[in-house]
């Protein structure tokens, strides 16, 4: 019997809108085609199971689709020698009509981002597993499907296209309708199917509704059950009931990877013309014979200097993935880079000639050993194909022929004459006419690919960001210097005006507009602020070391806690006015503030022994539960875990000895760019970020690996909104002069658009309207001497000076400025902003030459 192998070619496609269609029916099928399945095959099946049920398939000439795990149980990635991949060799180039499709278990659970990147492994796996097919070939494995679990609520798998896979199959838990979802980009996914159970006798096989498709599922996972030929029994009755329906005409049966050429998916396979211009062209853009008859055909293509030497294999372009957004602005286009390797945390090194715009480098690779998609280093992966001399119709139709996305490269230099240019448009012509082929511009293809939403776009505005925040020691002039000593003398006016004699306490705010008045309660917050300021004080040479360690002396005492539940613990808050006078809660966020600057206070005065016995008092062990650190209220204990406070908090409790769980520590394992993807979406399920306690870490305890590229997130996109609209974003939290009086600001990474959120100590609704966000968003005149002193940029300079003309009172520095009207809370000022601005310039003046 002859035997057809069914092995398809088929790649990725473009476009950006999500779902196109949910239906159950398909129009066109002229008989019912019925996609044979078998699951469960992984390191442990039995070879001699398998073999039977394959060959009973293989013997009656029916594709059968294999879902293989390419993983052992330590999900390591099978050898080419194991006796699962050594059989499934064996049937791929025996022409048996098997195709493979790997089993990636969560798929559906993950982001766009993590399926790329999963889905990228996954076939890389696969492919190494089978690496012995295609040395024999001589070809690429083609693997257009993937597996996964069936879930309640399945991500959008538009990304899985990155990697050439553009249907998914959601393996069902019991026998239900086909039901499908297809994409813009060419992603299709299949639910339902009919789960097949060998055991049972054909009647009582289940019988799902009419339908024009249906997925038959075996699970390998059950063929152990019985002896190898009682399984070939079982398995050549089922398949020859399949052969009896399409002799019959009442079953088409086909592989999976024939999906979309069989329906109404209106699938497409893109492809991109990359012109290499001639080394003597008088521009890289310059018109030649070749793109003259492009640009008449009306053909997109991609342009620029043909390279030589090792960079000719592996051509690497930087591409944009978003269209400039104030007018006037031509776009930016595609342009060569170099890449180098990978840093020690996996991100990939390059070199380019131009500013990087927010975009993705693309790697076109001609080897066959490449894996195609998103890998670790963050870098696509795209197949090229290169047309070369000697040009011949026939290799002019190879290189445009096939079902999977390729990028051509041509030479202008191999295009001069009547002959090459009259065979190159008979190919471009056919390819034309083909239905599923689309000619498209590298950046469209791209953006069809890649991971797309609030949080990958604001990854790849920020990669672009990057090089411009490299930091430098920033060489001060007597002139800056001189302004940084005079505006720590104004902040230090509130700490020496307002700092209670006999307690030693400051107030949190301070009203000084007619009827205004001292607000006498402090947070551990506050007072960890007040410590620090009153260190940086000491480092600035605004007050010497006794008058530093009296003041010292004062506080200390107020800060031993008090008892309640068993349990000594920082009180909430304390009385400015009275001594040792506050409430029985514990707020884990302020308490983690008040033992970093503990730390800070250990390490800058001889205060060491006093410190470790204050802090050995405190019951935090109690809690301390799982690694999650928990507030106090009435008694009752609640996780602090969730909250932008805690990774600060878990650092600050590890300097004392405890250990504690961070939501920001999520790099272990990863490389730098699936890490900082990782960390952005643990973030904003949490919350919007400001520049504290972000910013405070750095001053405090040493800016750690996530906060460091949270601070870049957030100054980039400042510095982005500044740049489209000229207005100043310094967002942070802190107290205002009006109801609701505290408002938490900060960047809300999951908005569809860029979105400055805020919020309330109450969480009150009506102060989150738009509104009232607009009228009320202001900058934090603390944040803006943090982003000076941590962050040199001419943008951070430009914060600096504005809160300096703006926000001097008598009293320190007002709170506030509000971005739409430009007033400042003048009136209106407070201990954590005149403190930490007393930080972040000490940390200027003594780090800086």
Same mark, same amino acid.
């Given at each position: 019997?002859?035997?057809?192998?069914?092995?398809?070619?088929?790649?990725?496609?473009?476009?950006l809108?999500?779902?196109k269609?949910?239906?159950?029916?398909?129009?066109?099928?002229?008989?019912p085609?019925?996609?044979?399945?078998?699951?469960?095959?992984?390191a442990?099946?039995s070879v001699?199971?398998?073999?039977?049920?394959?060959?009973?398939?293989w013997?009656?000439?029916i594709?059968?689709t294999c879902v293989?795990?390419?993983f052992?149980?330590?999900g390591?990635p099978?050898s080419?020698?194991h006796?699962?991949?050594r059989?499934l060799?064996g049937y791929?180039?025996?022409?048996?009509g098997i195709?493979?499709?790997?089993?990636?278990?969560?798929?559906?659970?993950?982001?766009?981002h993590?399926?790329? @990147?999963?889905?990228?492994g996954?076939l890389?796996?696969l492919r190494?597993?089978?690496s012995p097919v295609e040395?024999t070939?001589?070809?690429?494995i @083609?693997?257009p499907t993937?597996?996964?679990?069936d879930v309640a609520?399945?991500?959008?798998?538009?990304a899985?296209?990155?990697?050439?896979?553009?249907?998914?199959?959601s393996l069902?838990?019991?026998?239900?309708?086909?039901?499908?979802?297809?994409?813009?980009?060419?992603v299709?996914?299949l639910?339902?199917?009919r789960?097949v159970d060998?055991?049972?006798?054909?009647?009582?096989?289940?019988?799902l509704?009419a339908?024009t498709?249906?997925?038959?599922y075996l699970?390998?996972?059950s063929?152990?059950?019985v002896?190898?030929?009682?399984?070939?029994a079982l398995?050549?009755?089922?398949?020859?009931?399949?052969?009896q329906?399409?002799?019959d005409?009442?079953?088409s049966?086909?592989?999976?990877?024939?999906?979309?050429?069989? %329906?109404a998916?209106d699938?497409?396979?893109?492809i991109?013309?990359?012109v290499q211009?001639?080394?003597?062209?008088?521009?890289?853009?310059?018109?030649?014979?070749l793109?003259?008859?492009?640009?008449?055909m009306?053909l997109p293509?991609?342009?620029?200097?043909?390279?030589?030497?090792?960079?000719?294999s592996?051509?690497?372009?930087?591409v944009?993935t978003e269209?400039?957004?104030?007018?006037?602005?031509?776009?930016?286009?595609?342009?060569p880079v170099t890449?180098?390797?990978v840093?020690?945390?996996?991100?990939?090194?390059l070199t380019?000639?131009?500013?990087l715009?927010?975009?993705?480098?693309?790697r076109?690779?001609?080897d066959?050993?490449?894996?195609?998609?998103i890998?670790a280093d963050?870098?696509?992966?795209?197949?090229?194909?290169?047309?070369?001399?000697?040009?011949t119709?026939?290799?002019l139709?190879a290189?445009?022929?096939?079902?999977?996305?390729?990028?051509v490269?041509?030479?202008? %230099?191999?295009?001069?004459?009547?002959?090459?240019l009259?065979a190159?448009?008979h190919?471009?012509?056919?390819?034309?006419?083909a239905p599923?082929?689309e000619f498209t511009?590298?950046e469209k293809?791209?953006?069809?690919m890649?991971p797309?939403g609030?949080l990958p776009?604001r990854y790849?505005r920020?990669a672009a960001t990057?090089?411009?925040?490299?930091l430098?020691k920033?060489?001060l002039?007597?002139?800056?210097?001189a302004?940084?000593?005079?505006d720590a003398?104004v902040?230090w006016?509130?700490?020496e005006?307002?700092t209670h004699p006999e307690?030693?306490l400051?107030?949190?705010t301070?009203?000084?507009?007619?009827?205004g008045?001292?607000?006498?309660?402090?947070?551990m917050?506050?007072?960890?602020?007040?410590?620090n300021?009153?260190?940086a004080?000491?480092?600035?040479?605004l007050i010497?070391?006794?008058r530093?360690e009296t003041?010292?002396?004062?506080?200390l005492?107020?800060i031993?806690?008090?008892v309640?539940d068993?349990r000594r613990l920082p009180?909430g808050?304390i009385?400015t006015?009275?001594?040792?006078?506050g409430n029985?809660?514990?707020?884990?966020?302020?308490?983690?503030r008040?033992l970093?600057?503990?730390?800070?206070?250990?390490?800058?005065?001889d205060f060491?022994?006093?410190?470790?016995?204050?802090?050995a008092?405190?019951?935090?062990?109690?809690?301390?539960?799982d690694?999650e650190?928990?507030?106090v209220t009435?008694?009752?204990?609640?996780s602090?875990y969730?909250?932008?406070?805690?990774h600060?908090v878990?650092?600050?409790f590890?300097?004392?000895?405890?250990?504690?769980?961070?939501?920001?520590?999520v790099?272990e394992g990863r490389?730098?760019?699936d890490g900082?993807m990782?960390l952005?979406e643990?973030v904003a399920t949490i919350?919007?970020?400001g520049a504290?306690p972000?910013?405070?870490?750095?001053l405090?305890?040493?800016?750690?690996q996530e906060?460091?590229?949270?601070?870049?997130?957030?100054?980039?996109t400042?510095l982005?909104?500044?740049?489209?609209?000229?207005?100043?974003?310094c967002?942070?939290?802190?107290?205002? %002069?009006?109801s609701p009086?505290?408002l938490?600001?900060g960047l809300?990474? %999951?908005?569809e658009?860029?979105?400055w959120?805020?919020?309330?100590?109450g969480q009150?609704t009506?102060?989150?309207?738009?509104?009232f966000?607009?009228?009320?968003?202001?900058?934090s005149?603390?944040?803006?001497y943090?982003?000076?002193?941590?962050?040199?940029?001419?943008?951070?300079d430009?914060l600096?000076a504005y809160?300096r003309?703006?926000a001097?009172t008598?009293?320190g520095?007002?709170?506030s400025?509000f971005?739409?009207?430009?007033?400042?809370?003048?009136?209106?000022t407070?201990l954590?902003?005149?403190?930490?601005?007393l930080?972040a310039?000490a940390?200027?003046?003594t780090?800086?030459?």
């Open positions: 019997m002859k035997r057809r192998c069914f092995l398809k070619s088929l790649g990725a496609g473009v476009a809108i999500p779902v269609s949910f239906a159950t029916d398909f129009i066109g099928a002229v008989t085609q019925t996609y044979p399945v078998i699951t469960g095959i992984d442990t099946t001699p199971h398998l073999i039977a049920a394959l060959d009973s398939f013997e009656r000439n594709p059968v293989v795990s390419p052992d149980g330590d390591a099978l080419p020698q006796p699962l991949a059989v060799s791929l180039l025996g022409g048996s195709e493979v499709a790997p089993l990636t278990a969560d798929l559906a659970t993950l982001s766009q993590f399926q790329a @990147r999963r889905a990228h996954a890389a796996a190494e597993m089978l040395r070939l001589g070809l690429p @083609r693997v993937l597996a996964c679990h609520r399945p991500a959008s798998p538009m899985v296209r990155s990697a050439g896979v553009f249907n998914i199959l069902p838990r019991a026998s239900a309708p086909i039901v499908s979802q297809t994409w813009e980009n060419g299709a996914r639910f339902g199917g789960l060998l055991f049972q006798t054909v009647e009582a096989a289940p019988e509704p339908a498709q249906n997925v038959d699970s390998a996972t063929f152990a059950q002896e190898v030929d009682d399984l070939k398995t050549d009755r089922y398949a020859q009931r399949l052969a329906q399409e002799v005409g009442t079953a049966l086909l592989p999976v990877s024939d999906l979309q050429l069989r %329906d998916y699938f497409k396979r893109s991109c013309v990359y211009s001639s080394l003597n062209a008088p521009a890289p853009d310059a018109p030649s014979a793109t003259r008859l492009l640009d008449r009306k293509y991609l342009q620029s200097p043909a390279l030589a030497g090792p960079s000719a592996q051509l690497a372009i930087w944009p269209t400039p957004t104030t007018g006037g602005e031509p776009p930016p286009q595609p342009h890449l180098t390797g840093s020690a945390t996996g991100a990939p090194l380019t000639t131009r500013p715009s927010a975009g993705i480098a693309v076109l690779d001609v066959l050993a490449s894996h195609l998609g890998g963050g870098v696509l992966t795209l197949p090229r194909r290169d047309v070369d001399a000697p040009i119709p026939e290799s139709q290189a445009f022929t096939g079902l999977n996305d390729v990028v490269v041509l030479r202008s %230099d191999d295009f001069s004459d009547d002959s090459t009259t190159l448009e190919a471009l012509t056919r390819a034309k006419r599923v082929t511009s590298l293809m791209t953006q069809g890649i797309n609030p776009l790849r920020v990057q090089p411009e925040l490299t430098r920033l060489q002039s007597e002139e800056r210097r302004e940084l000593l005079e003398q902040a006016r509130y700490l005006r307002f307690t030693g400051c107030p949190s301070v009203d000084s507009s007619p009827g008045r001292l607000h006498e309660a402090v947070t917050w506050d007072v960890g602020s007040h410590i300021g009153l260190v004080a000491k480092q600035i040479g010497d070391k006794q530093f003041a010292i002396r004062k506080i005492p107020n031993a806690g008090r309640s068993d009180q808050w009385r006015d009275r001594t040792r006078w029985r809660n514990f707020d884990a966020s302020d308490a983690g008040l970093a600057s503990l730390d800070n206070l250990r390490r800058h005065s060491g022994d006093q410190l470790l016995k204050l802090v008092s405190y019951d935090l062990d109690q809690v301390i539960i690694g650190v928990h507030s009435d008694g009752k204990l609640h602090a969730v909250s932008h406070s805690a600060y878990a650092r600050a590890r300097r004392w000895g405890h250990d504690v769980r961070s939501p920001y520590e790099f490389s730098e760019p900082q990782a952005l643990a919350g919007p970020i504290e972000l910013l405070l870490e750095a405090e305890l040493g800016m750690s906060s460091a590229y949270l601070a870049d997130v957030l100054f980039s400042q982005e909104d500044f740049r489209e609209t000229g207005r100043l974003i967002v942070s939290e802190g107290p205002i %002069d009006t009086w505290f938490y600001q809300q990474l %999951d908005a658009t860029r979105t959120a805020m919020d309330t100590v009150e009506e102060y989150r309207t738009p509104e966000r607009d009228e009320y968003l202001a900058v005149s603390k944040a803006a943090l982003w000076s002193a941590l962050q040199p940029h001419s943008y951070s430009r600096r809160v003309e703006n001097k008598e009293n520095y007002s709170s400025i971005v739409r009207s430009g007033r400042a809370t003048r009136n209106y407070d954590n902003t005149n403190s930490v601005i930080q310039i940390h200027q003046l780090t800086s030459g």
